[in-house]
């Protein structure tokens, strides 16, 4: 039986008397392409904080590579190789945008307890983090200020932190959301151009991006998962389409069944 | 933008403008030979306040209690002379190490702290410390304080006169060097960490920063630092009284610091001697109504310009020459 990269079991939490996440069991496999959705409110973000560490889970056991980490404080599970992005882009915003991804490069390097040399000459940081850059079409804005490049530029920084992490297993949280059209596929390319062997998590709404981009999806729905699957299977399920009806993503996942 | 928050990936380059202010320093020695002594309290306060910027400006730590670490070093330094040993670098290096060691001590306790219940703790702290060295009479003479502190002369030749020329310059030399050190810290990929934790600390711990340390770390160097200066302000004042560990100091330093500029090193180093020549004019104008000279001018300050006097003279100069200034 091949390792799994990532491995959630009976993972429970509450707020109150709110089950946001009520048994959720997932996994990913080496090299997993997968989508979470669900309608709002049913426990995605959630189940993403659960995995990687900025929630703690009532119950429930996480294993990373076959390591228990579900006690596992966020920073630790970074340097093990589980990073997340955010839905809302959570990032340094006085600083530049190659300042933003220096600062996850050199940590990830190791470097952050040099006290010494100046970060500005540490040519092997700085052509990674531009390179990452690059690789997201951010290499114009590299001096801007985080918050002054556009939204959609936020997103993709958002994503630029992540990779500069050394990503095995990485949890995207609505990538996509709020970047332009015309700009979603520079970031589904630039997902698409991982190495095949990172396991990927992306809550996405949009079914076109979905189809496009995952091998598997996980339904969840009021905490619990609700059935998983290939896409097309999934999206061919009349208890799914019940789950959507009448919500607000129904035009969205309309549009990307088959067919339609 | 103003240029404390000047892409931090550049900080290394020196600019020629810095040269001014050593300088000045080292011209005042020449031209006020008789100011010297007034002059050596400021370089301390100097010091002292650059130390508070690497907590405060640079990891975002906002402390009320950092006369501990200024009192710690001098009490330590003085209790070492009293011993019988006057040598005065060492002196001023076992203060320092002090001081960093206590922070190593209580950093990990209180820095798990943030925003309001941090800075009320550090109060705390400062008051505890102020009152157990006012109790301990046998180790810090209470009110009395520990008069006597005598030093070997410098290198073997320089005598410690009355008029200050030896503790100046001694200061001045030590200024320079943490100066530097302090400088290269920055610019490092630690400063630059550092800096991130102080934007944003939840996301650190996201990118795998051990925030708790790197906060501890630079505390540690922050204390240590101010640990030196109140050693340097035992040797030069050959005294130590209670008051190098009141809430007073604490303030003190902080003033000077947003007066001169936050994040961006000479805050306090133009702070200490605009705060100190401000309140010596004041108090010879009215001894007792001083204090409403220096509060009104930080009000100013702090209304006009966000960076202190610093930050005004960046943007008078960015006005006369665009672009220009740093």
Do not use: C
Request: glycine share 12%; aromatic share 8%.
């Amino acid at each position: 039986m091949t390792q799994l990269a990532l491995q959630a079991t009976g993972l429970h939490k509450s707020f109150g008397a709110f089950k946001v996440a009520d048994d959720v069991g997932l996994h990913l496999a080496a090299g997993a392409r997968t989508a979470l959705i669900g309608p709002n409110g049913a426990g995605k973000t959630t189940l993403i904080g659960l995995l990687s560490g900025t929630l703690r889970p009532d119950a429930g056991r996480i294993s990373l590579h076959g390591r228990d980490i579900t006690r596992d404080a966020m920073a630790s599970r970074v340097k093990r190789g589980l990073v997340r992005t955010f839905q809302v882009s959570s990032l340094f915003t006085k600083l530049t945008v190659l300042e933003n991804v220096f600062l996850a490069v050199s940590e990830n390097a190791g470097a952050s307890n040099d006290l010494w040399r100046p970060a500005g000459r540490r040519r092997d940081l700085i052509e990674r983090a531009e390179a990452i850059l690059e690789r997201l079409h951010l290499a114009d804005s590299r001096h801007r200020r985080m918050a002054e490049i556009p939204y959609g530029e936020q997103r993709l920084l958002e994503i630029a932190l992540a990779l500069a992490l050394k990503p095995k297993v990485l949890l995207l949280d609505e990538p996509a959301a709020g970047i332009p059209t015309d700009e979603v596929s520079v970031l589904l390319d630039a997902v698409a151009s991982l190495p095949t062997e990172i396991a990927i998590l992306m809550i996405e709404h949009d079914m076109h991006v979905v189809r496009r981009f995952a091998t598997e999806v996980y339904v969840l729905v009021h905490g619990r998962v609700l059935t998983v699957g290939p896409p097309a299977e999934v999206m061919a399920s009349p208890d799914v389409r019940a789950v959507y009806l009448g919500q607000s993503g129904q035009s969205r996942f309309a549009g990307g069944a088959p067919g339609a | 933008m103003s240029g404390a928050e000047s892409p931090f990936l550049r900080r290394h380059h020196l600019r020629p403008v810095e040269t001014v202010w050593w300088l000045l320093a080292l011209a005042f020695f020449f031209a006020f030979p008789e100011y010297l002594a007034v002059a050596t309290s400021v370089l301390v306060m100097a010091l002292f306040a650059l130390s508070l910027d690497l907590l405060l400006g640079f990891a975002g730590v906002l402390s009320l209690g950092h006369a501990v670490s200024f009192g710690l070093g001098a009490y330590v330094s003085a209790l070492i002379n009293l011993a019988g040993w006057h040598e005065a670098f060492s002196g001023a290096l076992a203060g320092g190490a002090a001081s960093g060691l206590f922070a190593l001590l209580i950093g990990p306790l209180i820095l798990r702290l943030s925003g309001l219940p941090f800075i009320m703790v550090t109060l705390g702290v400062g008051a505890i410390v102020y009152e157990a060295a006012n109790k301990a009479v046998w180790l810090t003479g209470g009110d009395n304080g520990l008069p006597g502190v005598t030093l070997d002369p410098l290198f073997g030749v320089f005598r410690w006169s009355v008029y200050g020329q030896t503790g100046y310059l001694y200061v001045l030399g030590w200024l320079l060097a943490l100066f530097y050190l302090s400088r290269r810290i920055v610019a490092s990929p630690f400063g630059v960490a550092l800096q991130g934790v102080r934007e944003n600390p939840d996301r650190m711990r996201l990118v795998g920063a051990p925030v708790l340390r790197h906060l501890v770390a630079g505390y540690a160097i922050a204390s240590t630092m101010a640990g030196i200066a109140g050693a340097l302000s035992a040797q030069t004042n050959a005294f130590v009284g209670l008051e190098v560990l009141s809430l007073n100091t604490s303030i003190d330093g902080l003033v000077m610091l947003v007066l001169g500029g936050v994040g961006r090193l000479y805050g306090g180093l133009v702070g200490a001697p605009v705060y100190m020549f401000v309140q010596h004019f004041a108090q010879q104008w009215n001894p007792y109504y001083w204090m409403f000279l220096i509060g009104g001018l930080l009000i100013v300050i702090v209304r006009f310009s966000r960076g202190g006097l610093l930050g005004l003279l960046d943007s008078v100069l960015r006005r006369i020459r665009p672009g220009g200034a740093g």
